[in-house]
């Protein structure tokens, strides 16, 4: 099932299939696959007997499912938060930015429609391509209404850098939303890169390359950059339409070099720079015999930024055409209207060379079209670095489209290559395109959605994967013990600790623990202090361990017992003093005191400044601390100075030896669980949560993929003994 925010057709008097980027990049795979299509129709329909005639013609016709949208929603939602308010900062442009709450909540409650109307008609399980910035709030709606439905998102815009997304008054919903999905998609390295750096500093999450690990489930990202439908412009060369075209403009631009320029009209598109660059070039060349084609698709004209480009646009083509033109020349012709896709083809052709230029440009498929109807491979295309096909097609002249006097060089460079040259670079960047068209972009990523379902939505891919199997033998084996740590083990670390406090989830898990507590001893172990533990976790009959290991508190006791009264903490407050130096030259990190450790946070610090921070601080502790009896640990954002005589690894096997129990599994995710894992025996199963070397002989990938493999065969054991 696809959803976009409009149908790929134009309803008036009757219904016809419509053109646009997404339509060209979609058209080559929905002809090869049974498909539905969601999303609104492009207009509004008050007629309650014309939007049934309408809806069953696109469901019967075209296998669509339009949503009716009052003009109000159009404007608030489309026209408002989606083009006023994001496609500027996705753009890096915030200056054009604009934010009104009222448009918020229609983006919201329209991105509901939408949820509602995928509801109604997905099937049990069924692939969902949501498409683009309009519906970014959508994956996470369907995840909490459909949960077997298998969500794919591709963001056809740019994703900026972090300091540009932070911008937005709805950052967190917004990335919230977009990681409900099972996969999401960008055009470039640099977009996933920016994208996982901005989820890092707003949402606190880390990432690896391909992965995301939400607290419910693990978020695929990948690279897909798309494509255009190679074999249609192919066709449409061989078409007598085509010909009547190219023989047209061939006769008209005969003494000629013709210059192309195909945009949406926008101010990302960079055409005011490109014209400064002509209008450079015209002077220093002096030639007379170039005429620029610049086709201009009107787009947003209910935007009033789009209304003042339109008109800065027309005034410096009449100013350049004012100076440049003669009696028989005019070197400008602006054209502010679609053209026949024949007609497209033909100037593609024609054009000598194809200026791309724009400041930023999600892909810009105008540089693919141009390359593949290069056939005879005489054309040079001046491409900007900022556009996401710079990444493909590397053999173009590159450009910075903030940079007119290199722009105006590059023009000369291309209109004066030799014919070698010219075949030279064009020859594969039009393979390229032929090879990996817009049918093989989709089916890439479908595959990969389809890849992600099969591995298990939230599964971990370790190598030394721990299984159900393995857990369910474990946990019915005789007197079994489970030693848990619990942030970044039970629940994903948080940006603050506070907000780690157990939701439905895990309460519902520790349920779990309570019916199967008769038979299986339950040891939820934590870096955090006895009061915070007692607060969140007494009363579900698990055995409570506080501060790494010093202090214990049995479920049927009514206080605490430190483990080991005869530590020696005679370097706390000197370590201490080191720490909170640390902590003043380090913005938003914090020093922890406990009873026999001290932690220095640095979760809310710059996540590159705090790590380096962090190596200087271990390096600078390990060198003055050598003889004292500490240890030292760099784990999850924290660096942790504790007693060498009270650390986990020493709980759990002073506790495995005094309760003597034949097996235990014991789960963490960071230096301070080593120690558990180093000390344990062959037959117990010690699992590490996440990515990083380990002492751990099993490993799962995710906060969440554990508690799953917990819950489900607990529930299991639960069910094969009446409950206590």
């Given at each position: ?6 149908l ?7 219904i ?19 498909f539905?299509?969601?999303g609104w129709i ?5 007629d ?8 069953e ?18 404007a ?13 900062l ?25 949820a509602?109307?995928i509801d109604?008609?997905?099937a049990?399980g069924?692939l969902?391509?949501?498409?683009d ?15 077997d439905?298998?969500v ?33 998609g ?17 949402l606190?999450?880390e990432?690896?390359?391909?992965t ?19 074999e ?5 060369m ?13 006769r008209?631009y005969?003494d000629k ?5 195909v945009?949406?009209?926008?101010y ?19 030639r ?17 930024a ?9 005034v ?8 440049f ?53 005489d054309?040079?295309l ?7 096909a ?9 450009i910075n489209?903030?940079d007119?006097d ?10 004066n ?7 030279k ?7 390229r395109?032929r ?14 959605l ?7 939505r ?5 190598p ?11 946990l ?6 489970l030693f ?7 629940s ?12 439905d ?7 779990l ?8 001893d ?13 607060r ?7 055995h409570?361990?506080?501060e790494?290991g ?11 017992a ?7 903490l ?20 914090e ?21 380096w921070?962090?190596h200087?601080?271990v390096?600078e ?10 240890t030292i ?26 309760n ?15 120690s ?9 199963l ?8 380990t ?8 906060c ?13 054991v ?7």
């Amino acid at each position: 099932m696809l959803v976009s925010n409009r149908l790929p057709v134009t309803v008036g008097e009757t219904i016809a299939p419509s053109s646009g980027g997404l339509v060209s990049a979609l058209e080559g795979y929905i002809q090869s696959r049974d498909f539905q299509w969601i999303g609104w129709i492009g207009g509004a329909i008050d007629d309650p007997v014309r939007r049934r005639r309408v809806q069953e013609e696109l469901e019967q016709r075209y296998h669509y499912h339009p949503l009716f949208l009052t003009p109000e929603q159009v404007a608030e939602f489309y026209t408002g938060f989606s083009n006023s308010s994001l496609w500027p900062l996705l753009h890096y442009q915030p200056g054009y930015a604009r934010y009104d709450r009222k448009w918020y909540a229609t983006y919201r409650h329209v991105n509901g429609l939408f949820a509602e109307e995928i509801d109604a008609q997905a099937a049990p399980g069924q692939l969902v391509w949501i498409q683009d910035y309009h519906l970014m709030l959508l994956p996470e709606m369907l995840r909490n209404r459909r949960p077997d439905l298998r969500v794919g998102f591709f963001l056809h815009t740019p994703f900026p850098s972090y300091e540009v997304f932070r911008c937005h008054p709805n950052r967190e919903d917004l990335l919230n939303g977009l990681l409900g999905a099972d996969l999401v998609g960008f055009h470039t390295s640099g977009y996933l890169r920016h994208f996982r750096s901005t989820v890092l500093r707003i949402l606190g999450l880390e990432s690896r390359m391909s992965t995301i690990a939400t607290e419910t489930h693990d978020v695929s990202i990948d690279v897909f950059p798309i494509s255009i439908p190679a074999e249609k412009f192919a066709a449409e060369m061989t078409s007598p339409a085509f010909e009547t075209h190219l023989d047209k403009y061939r006769r008209i631009y005969a003494d000629k070099k013709v210059v192309l320029g195909v945009e949406r009209l926008d101010y990302s598109k960079g055409v005011l720079r490109r014209l400064d660059a002509i209008e450079t070039y015209l002077k220093r060349s002096g030639r007379r015999d170039i005429v620029f084609i610049f086709i201009n698709v009107p787009s947003r004209e209910n935007v009033s930024a789009y209304r003042r480009l339109r008109h800065d646009i027309e005034v410096k083509v009449g100013h350049i055409n004012g100076r440049f033109s003669t009696i028989t020349d005019v070197p400008i012709h602006f054209i502010h209207q679609s053209v026949a896709f024949s007609e497209l083809c033909a100037l593609y052709k024609l054009a000598d060379v194809a200026m791309v230029t724009p400041e930023i440009d999600g892909m810009n498929i105008v540089a693919k079209e141009y390359v593949v109807c290069q056939d005879d491979g005489d054309g040079a295309l001046i491409l900007s670095e900022f556009a996401g096909a710079a990444q493909e097609l590397h053999q173009a002249y590159l450009i910075n489209p903030y940079d007119v006097d290199g722009m105006a060089q590059a023009l000369d460079a291309a209109l004066n290559a030799s014919l070698e040259t010219r075949r030279k670079r064009m020859a594969p960047m039009r393979e390229r395109v032929r090879r990996y068209h817009a049918r093989r972009w989709g089916e890439t990523f479908v595959r990969s959605l389809e890849a992600h379902s099969r591995e298990g939505r939230g599964g971990d891919a370790h190598p030394r994967r721990l299984t159900g199997e393995m857990m369910s033998d474990f946990l019915r084996s005789s007197r079994a013990a489970l030693f848990l740590d619990y942030d970044g083990t039970l629940s994903p670390l948080r940006r603050h600790p506070a907000d780690a406090a157990p939701g439905d989830v895990l309460h519902r898990l520790f349920r779990l623990f309570a019916r199967v507590g008769h038979r299986i001893d339950i040891y939820l172990m934590s870096g955090r202090g006895c009061a915070q533990m007692e607060r969140w976790f007494h009363g579900y009959g698990m055995h409570l361990v506080a501060e790494n290991g010093l202090f214990y508190r049995h479920p049927e006791a009514d206080t605490w017992a430190r483990f080991d009264n005869n530590a020696d903490l005679g370097w706390i407050q000197e370590v201490a003093d080191t720490l909170q130096q640390y902590s003043d030259m380090t913005p938003g990190s914090e020093v922890e005191v406990k009873t026999a450790s001290l932690v220095w946070h640095y979760r809310n610090s710059e996540p590159e400044f705090g790590r380096w921070k962090a190596h200087q601080m271990v390096d600078e502790l390990r060198e003055w601390l050598a003889n004292f009896p500490v240890t030292i640990h760099h784990g999850q954002k924290i660096v942790e100075v504790g007693s060498m005589l009270l650390n986990k690894g020493v709980f759990f096997q002073h506790l495995k030896a005094l309760n003597r129990y034949p097996r235990a599994l014991c789960a963490g995710d960071d230096e301070t669980d080593e120690s558990m894992f180093r000390v344990a025996e062959d037959a117990d199963l010690t699992v590490k949560v996440g990515e990083g070397e380990t002492a751990a002989r099993y490993a799962v990938s995710s906060c969440h993929g554990l508690c799953n493999l917990l819950r489900d065969t607990l529930e299991t054991v639960a069910g094969e003994q009446p409950a206590t």
